[in-house]
């Protein structure tokens, strides 16, 4: 079975620091990975995917990921926090060959960027 | 980029009626969609995916008979609570792709049952 984890619910970071949000995830197989951002009263907008190749991976608003096989993670990063990245964030996962399968998501991580 | 567009956005409405949502993916041809439902502050939790033309495969749990989901084209998937009651009040969200990766989400439609 598939599985997402993200441990923190809640991420605080003072505007102009890096920021991470954690995920770590459990396949029987070659995972595909994917962040995805949600604010308030709307849906899922995608902020970057892993596939296959270079482990790290840039995406939409500055945000990038390192896919780490060994420690089955692929956390979320941004050197430089903005105010207007606070929103709910969710990694998700499904494996490679699964065919039809849709994502498998973490609960989410609030992230709370401080002027 | 894909859009996916979801209809419509808030519906309050009484205990007893039947509420459709539409989902339609507006750029792109979405072979598969999903249904998702998100009560506060928590993940997402799928109910359902439907191919175009099949018959939706519903999540253990879900019970068809009260939310039925309809992909007749391409472009349109429609899922119907039926006979709602309050605890049906909740986050709905949809969610399409053309055969590959990512998965595109509509902005959901919040549901409050009166």
């Not at chain 1, 060994?70 to 105010?83: D, G, M, Y």
């Amino acid at each position: 079975a598939q599985s997402v984890a993200q441990p923190e619910d809640q991420v605080n970071v003072a505007e102009g620091n890096p920021l991470t949000v954690k995920c770590t995830y459990s396949v029987s197989g070659n995972p595909y990975l994917f962040w995805y951002v949600q604010y308030p009263n709307r849906g899922l907008q995608f902020l970057l995917k892993y596939i296959t190749g270079d482990n790290l991976v840039k995406g939409s608003y500055g945000f990038e990921a390192e896919f780490n096989k060994s420690q089955t993670s692929f956390h979320l990063k941004k050197p430089s926090a903005l105010v207007s990245d606070s929103a709910l964030y969710f990694c998700a996962v499904r494996v490679s060959n699964s065919g039809n399968t849709p994502l498998v998501f973490g609960k989410g991580t609030r992230l709370s960027v401080i002027a | 980029g894909a859009v996916v567009s979801q209809h419509p956005s808030w519906v309050i409405c009484k205990s007893g009626t039947s509420v459709k949502i539409e989902c339609r993916s507006l750029d792109f041809q979405a072979t598969t969609m999903f249904w998702y439902r998100q009560f506060p502050k928590q993940s997402l939790m799928l109910m359902a995916t439907s191919n175009e033309g099949s018959k939706a495969t519903y999540e253990q749990g879900v019970e068809k008979d009260k939310f039925l989901i309809n992909h007749a084209s391409l472009t349109l998937s429609t899922l119907t609570v039926t006979s709602a009651h309050p605890e049906d009040s909740s986050f709905y969200i949809c969610s399409a792709r053309e055969g590959g990766w990512p998965q595109h989400f509509g902005d959901g439609t919040r549901l409050s049952i009166l």
